[in-house]
């Protein structure tokens, strides 16, 4: 009526005479114009299709929410465990209907556990839980024993195999692979007897030494590390770091090792029987700095197990974590792992729990308060 009215009747006349307001028809004739075509605009499907895009976007933002959120919980049963998330979801605005579905629960169970009070054990267990996976948030690349002690610390004790499950239903732990075999080539004779013969205790700092290569991958090709542990902290005293595996890597490794601890003269240095360890330099190195050299057995890694568990650790919670493009970059992520992780808030089982440098501080302070 309002497209073929008579000349001089108005639509504010029509409008009246059909019961609605001017402006209202007036918006439907400029709908009814872009909806065929004759004014540039958004047409009615265009705003359906808008709508349910939007529709589509904002649940598949609730469904990656709720897999975010479940990333902690993944590879847990379902069931009771994964409920307290599902409300923790549905109190931050995410329909029950969505979380079920993609954790693949049943909403009746879920329900049913809603309106049932949760047993005492229950909640022993979940404040255990929520202790150990606090404490590995603020740290993810340490096992279960370092959430253990922080859980313990904030009131939540339990027994290390109890936490020991926790953390693994839960897989808050890491899981540290065996190190790959030789490449094949016979190891040359040794230059030093084997004067450890795998009893790798101390009971004083700079008596017993360990000292290995590793190696790893970057886009720039290959950074090798050799490291040197003392046995009684379980401390890395110094390392060296070069694209190059050369004998001046470990000579530059005991060094650097001899420089930070002054007097080392009668130190035990066990390695394996690596040609860099059987160069020339570095049996001078040794004479230099008054060491004792020391070499395993060919092929059996428990000789040198300490030093083996450490670059098993370092392979794990650095050297695998992603892919490394420059020598640089992974150069500075090892130092930092070491001096900032490894030494200092990393506590040791075998160490009653203290860090490396926290336990060689107590030695050292013993020591001079016995003297």
Known sequence: MARKREPGVTIEQIA??????????????????????????QTRTEAAELREARKRIRLLEQEVEVLRRGVSLAGQPAGKRLYPLVSELAVD???????CRVLKLARQPYYR???DPITDAEQVQARRANALFDAHRDDPELGYRFPLDEARDVGQAMADRM?????????????????KGGKGRRPGPPVHDDRVLRDLAAQAPNQLWLSDITEHRTAEGKLYLCAVKDVLSNRIVDYSISDRVKARLAVNAVNNAAAQRGDVAGCVFHTDRGSQFRARKQVRALN???LVGSMGRVGAAGDNAVMESFFSLLQKNVLDRRSWQTRQELRIAIVTWIERTYHRPRGQKRLSGLAPVEYEAIMNTDVALAA
């Not at 019961?19 to 540039?40: C, F, N, Y």
């Not at 605005?93 to 979380?99: D, K, S, T």
């Open 16 to 41: 009246k005479d059909f019961g609605v307001h001017p402006m209202t028809l007036q918006k439907w004739l400029s709908r009814a114009e872009i909806d065929d075509g004759a004014k540039p605009g």
């Open 288 to 290: 230099r700095h008054d």
């Open 113 to 115: 556990w809603l309106a």
């Open 163 to 179: 936490a020991w499950r926790i953390c693994r239903d839960n897989g808050w732990w890491s899981e540290f692979g065996k190190k």
């Open 93 to 99: 605005g995410i329909p029950i209907a969505v979380a």
